[in-house]
């Protein structure tokens, strides 16, 4: 069972990965036994086992479980239209905004969520044959009222996530402040102190971009530990 | 018409000073419009091609979308100054049908069905055209959607081979492509060995049809590795630099 390739090895659509029994992860295919990428990424190999490639680029695609930032583009006669970066529209309907049942004939919705309105919202159904539904009636869900948001590409999501939330949990505690990162590629900081605030806005962009380097989260903490040092947080 | 040109010389040598199996110098960059989901240049000869790629995105208008698949969109598209004459920035015959054949020959290679009911949208731009634009814009085009990150099976690589003065030529340019016998382009999925576009105009006997398609094979090997360290090479070292 030959493997065609050295781990994180940048590979493009079509290059032969492997031969042989091997479980498919994301973003590869199979012909005959043999496994060829489907991306342009990096090629990985999991266990032993799973062959998968982490895309370079690509766009979000609704999950359902998944914590989404959207922003009103449309209020309907019993719901909205939310932009979630991705191509296909969510909606968010009465029943899954409002804790009490309303008369939709005698409220005006826009006084709930207006447009260009920031929410966080959860995907509760999406098929491929209906637009994404969300629901913004759980804890931590809702409208967002204060904060940075930040828009990265989707792919670089895990990054900043980190192994098990590492990443994030160290900028949380560093930079004293919340941080809610959408599945979508959006994420909302929001921070007491506002300087801290856009310092860590600027070190996800930073992610974003040396997402591809390694012990990244211990380098992002010598930066702010830098910055506090000096006084400039 | 004017007077045929000498297109092969004493030495087997042609009009731009290449051998018959020798293709025109290819440059191939990425990623060189900020705006676009993926972009590609392609300089192949005296070719220069821009493609854009965008999506996968809502499609508009809606009713064209497909419930199990993404549509895919190529408009092909000649400069008014990519020319020696100027050409009408309005679509003409020619690249509605070029546009066509540049979609089917890239469809095989995408999954569609992974994105339903939105669309993709290829724009190839000519900037600067001297024969086998549909190939070079085929390659071009490829790279551009593996850029835009969008799954495909394999890239898609394209050449034209035809005949010119009695012996098969590979790539052929303008000048060989009006006065040659025969003019075939081809586009293929290397790694998977199959063909997604083969056209033919002129006239060629089956004998020196497989000929055709050896050496059209043997050059999109050299063409595909071009796509695949292009694509590379941006991501590995100072590529960032290019464009």
Known sequence: MPVFFTQRQIVAPGDLLAEGNYNLGNNVYSIDGKIYSSVLGLAEIREGRIITVIPLKGCYIPKVNDIVIGKVVDVGIASWLIDINSPYTGYLQVTDALSKPVDITKIQLRKFLDIGDIIVAKVIAFDLMRDPQLTIKESKLGKVERGSLVEISPVKVPRVIGKRGSMISMLERELDCEIIVGQNGRILVTGKNKARELFAVRLIKMIEKEAHVTGLTDKIKNIIIKAKKEGVI | ?243
């Open chain 2, 1 to 243: 018409m004017k007077e045929k040109p000498i297109l092969l010389n004493e030495e087997g040598l042609r009009v731009d000073g290449r051998k018959l199996d020798e293709l025109r110098s290819i440059e191939i960059k990425v990623g060189v419009l900020k705006n676009a989901d993926g972009s590609a240049y392609i300089v192949q000869g005296k070719n220069k091609i821009m493609v854009a790629v965008y999506g996968p995105r809502e499609l508009h208008p809606r009713h064209l979308s497909l419930p199990d698949r993404a549509v895919l969109r190529c408009r092909y598209h000649m400069a008014p100054f990519s020319v020696p004459e100027r050409k009408s920035p309005a679509p003409s015959r020619r690249e509605v049908e070029l546009s066509k054949v540049i979609r089917q020959a890239l469809e095989p290679a995408l999954f569609l069905e992974m994105f339903p009911r939105t669309s993709i949208d290829v724009f190839i731009e000519v900037l600067q055209a001297d024969g086998g634009t549909r190939c070079a814009s085929i390659t071009a085009a490829a790279v551009a959607l593996a850029d835009a990150g969008i799954p495909m099976r394999d890239l898609v690589a394209a050449v034209a081979v035809g005949k010119i003065d009695g012996k098969i030529a590979l790539d052929l340019n303008h000048l060989e492509d009006q006065y040659g016998e025969a003019d075939i382009p081809v586009a293929m999925m290397p790694g998977l060995n199959q063909i997604t576009l083969l056209q033919a105009d002129g006239l060629i006997t089956i004998e020196e049809l497989k000929e055709v398609l050896e050496l059209a094979k043997a050059g999109i090997m050299q063409i595909y590795k071009k796509q695949k360290e292009a694509l590379k090479s941006k991501y590995i070292g100072s590529g960032e630099e290019l464009g």
